[in-house]
Nanobody
Framework: QVQLVESGGGLEQAGGSLRLSCAVSGRTFSNYVMAWFRQAPGKEREFVAVINWSGGDPHYSDSVKGRFAISRDSAKNIVYLQMNSLKPEDTAVYYC???????????WGQGTQVTVSS
């Protein structure tokens, strides 16, 4: 079983920055991908960013490309989401997830709230 615990959310002004962390523990897949999703009130959960097991090949949604950066610290088993130039439309609950490959997201964290004020 894998446990994912997000942290780092909060209230930030538009144009500011936040860094989310996702601590991974338990027995993970030998090769896996990690991703961040988000869900705004009244909307479906949407993909934000993904990174592979070695920490390479990051991909982003068009809405965050150039502003957000996903990375991982393999020694600490933590995945980060650095969010810069925040916009009010980035307001959502952010979730990290892990799976053996994209579209098969097996484990999810509890989420962390990000609120961006205008």
């Amino acid at each position: 079983q894998v446990q994912l615990v997000e942290s780092g959310g909060g209230l930030e002004q538009a144009g500011g920055s936040l860094r989310l962390s996702c601590a991974v523990s338990g027995r993970t897949f030998s090769n896996y991908v990690m991703a961040w999703f988000r869900q705004a009130p009244g909307k479906e959960r949407e993909f934000v960013a993904v990174i592979n097991w070695s920490g390479g090949d990051p991909h982003y949604s068009d809405s965050v490309k150039g502003r957000f950066a996903i990375s991982r610290d393999s020694a600490k088993n933590i995945v980060y989401l650095q969010m810069n130039s925040l916009k009010p439309e980035d307001t959502a609950v952010y979730y990290c997830t892990q799976g053996p490959y994209m579209s098969r997201w097996t484990y999810w964290g509890q989420g962390t709230q990000v609120t961006v004020s205008s």
